[in-house]
């Protein structure tokens, strides 16, 4: 197996994992997150803690994805593989914001103890905050930046056809329509976590997917790649500055 080849699986492998991790990150969450109560009661620590977990590995995995396509990438165009890692690990970073907010919600729960429901209004408007700051993270991250990285990957993969064009036009698709999503949820046309915010990230899950699948069992059109050549390298490098 060549080396491109091992990238190739290794990448696809990565991408998957951040789907399932991201998925029961989000599952595992739920109580901490829709219940404002959560700081005051009972708590379910250990499926928030599980959910954090899940979200390491997610942030561990988003990361791995950028180091593992960078060597292939840099081929066609340094500029936009260099951009693509940075945007990975911004996302990455954002992430762990979040993941530190919910456990800090656990903290503050732990900490009340009995007295706890001495000054039950403040804790809950301390947790209600930490919440509040998951939210903009997820929505900075896993949205904003996810949709960005994946419009710089995808214009890439399209230029230099490493893949079908197909699958990157469905990616070029997915980032656009998750970046406009979450303009709508800034400015609070719907809620984050909605019908609508669920169709809209709908396209970007299955290019993830997609591309994944595609890396594990074909890897990348190196032939296609190869004689992509410099004019479209070049065009490229002008999309992305």
Known sequence: MSETRRLAVVAGALFLVTEVA?????ALYRPVLEGPGYVVGSGADTRVFLGALCELVLALAVMGTGAALY??????????AVGYVCGRLLEAAVIVVGIVSVLAVVTLRRSAGPSGAADAASLVTAGKTLVALHDWTFLLGPNFALGANTLVLACLMYTSRLVPRAVAVLGLAGGALICASAT??????????????SLAALPVFAWEVTL???????????????????DEGARVDALTG
């Open 212 to 230: 994944a699948v595609r890396l594990l069992f074909k890897g990348f059109d190196e032939a296609a790649g190869d004689g992509a050549d410099e």
């Open 71 to 80: 060597p292939v990438l840099r081929r066609r165009s340094e500029a936009a």
């Open 22 to 26: 991201a998925i029961g990150g989000l």
């Open 184 to 197: 709508a949820v800034l400015f609070g046309v719907y809620e984050q976590v909605s019908v609508a915010g």
